[in-house]
């Protein structure tokens, strides 16, 4: 149970980093990409909606695992996403 915790814990942390440094972006409809964090990796993921599931083609998103640009994914839709539709709703 402790390295589950523990690599939960990781996982939370990298994808508020994703989320701060702005590494998650929208590429086309129903298609994102990820930046690499300096220091912590070199690859660029892309992250694409399915039939409504994210899939990511990083080592984790290939094993059909819910990874951390998933979520940052998630959280980018919510936030930025859904700003923009408010902002279409007032302008």
């Given amino acids: 149970m402790g390295y589950e915790m523990g690599t939960k814990a990781?996982?939370?942390?990298?994808?508020?980093?994703?989320?701060?440094?702005?590494k998650?972006?929208?590429?086309?409809?129903?298609?994102y990409q990820c930046l690499p964090i300096p220091g912590y990796n070199i690859s660029t993921y892309t992250i694409k909606e399915y039939f409504g599931?994210?899939?990511?083609?990083?080592?984790?998103?290939?094993?059909?695992?819910?990874?951390s640009h998933i979520q940052a994914v998630r959280i980018y839709q919510e936030r930025v996403e859904h700003s923009r539709e408010v902002q279409l709703h007032i302008a």
Avoid: H, P, W, Y
């Fill in 10 to 22: 990781f996982m939370n942390q990298k994808v508020k980093k994703l989320i701060e440094l702005n």
């Fill in 24 to 31: 998650i972006s929208r590429v086309t409809d129903g298609i």
């Fill in 53 to 67: 599931k994210l899939l990511c083609n990083c080592q984790a998103g290939r094993k059909g695992r819910e990874c």
